[in-house]
């Protein structure tokens, strides 16, 4: 099956700071979507991004389908922001499941 | 937010016990999933329904069942409990469509916490 690997692992950042998370996977996909899931258990949808650049509010995201990497940025980082990261693609070919990888888990302190 | 509900959220149930949980949607979206959630593991993916009567195994389907009878309602089974399947169970849903900008978006409902004991 397809591999995802996000990096870094674990990010510790004060407010205010900026950050970029990478996610690499191992073969071409159809969908690549980014999530928070926040202290409380709660998955939420981030981007829907196979290819291009999106921006939403203080967050962006852009993946270089053709290189195989995802990134996701975080502006001015506020501690309602803390939660782990996960990106998540669908192989190509296959029906629409995602693959996630392990995610970013990421602490703003004050 | 999507329409989601799982019930029940959490439950403790005995090993060698069945437990059946329970996702409904109010989107009448074709694809359902079921997901797993461990420490180290991140999200794996149980089974999932591409249509009613439709289900396929995931990469972590031993020990597993599910079933559809209608477009609303996908239900997982763990015949028979065991120690191992502890952990929180997420059920997730998309329109599988890849024509508009973001109609392949998959969406998660709350999470079902299951401890076997």
């Known amino acids: 099956g397809i591999q995802v690997e996000q990096s870094p692992p674990d990010l510790i950042l004060q407010e205010g700071a900026n950050s970029t998370l990478r996610c690499n996977f191992s073969?071409?996909?159809?969908?690549l979507q980014w999530f928070h899931q926040n202290p409380w258990g709660q998955l939420i949808n981030l981007f829907y991004i196979p290819s291009g650049t999106k921006q939403n509010g203080r967050l962006s995201a852009t993946t270089v389908a053709t290189e195989r990497y995802s990134l996701l940025y975080i502006s001015s980082s506020q501690t309602t922001d803390s939660g782990v990261y996960f990106c998540?693609?669908?192989?190509?070919?296959?029906?629409?499941?995602?693959?996630f990888g392990t995610g970013t888990r990421l602490q703003v302190t004050l | 937010d999507a329409g989601i509900t799982q019930s029940p959220r959490h439950k403790v149930t005995e090993t060698g016990t069945p437990v059946t949980l329970r996702c409904h949607q109010t989107?009448?979206?074709?694809?359902m999933y079921w997901y797993r959630q461990d420490p180290g593991h991140g999200l794996r993916l149980i089974h999932y329904?591409?249509?009613?009567?439709?289900?396929d195994k995931g990469e972590v389907s031993d020990g597993y069942s599910v079933s559809r009878s209608k477009t609303e309602d996908f239900l997982l089974t763990l015949e028979s409990a065991t120690s191992s399947q502890t952990s929180v169970y997420f059920c997730?849903?998309?329109?599988?469509?890849?024509?508009?900008?973001?109609?392949?978006?998959?969406?998660f409902g709350e999470g079902s916490w299951l401890t076997v004991v």
């Open positions: 997730a849903i998309s329109a599988g469509i890849r024509l508009s900008g973001s109609g392949n978006t998959i969406y």
């Open positions: 998540a693609v669908e192989r190509a070919g296959t029906a629409s499941k995602l693959t």
């Open positions: 989107e009448n979206h074709r694809y």
């Open positions: 073969d071409s996909v159809n969908n």
């Open positions: 329904s591409y249509g009613v009567k439709d289900t």
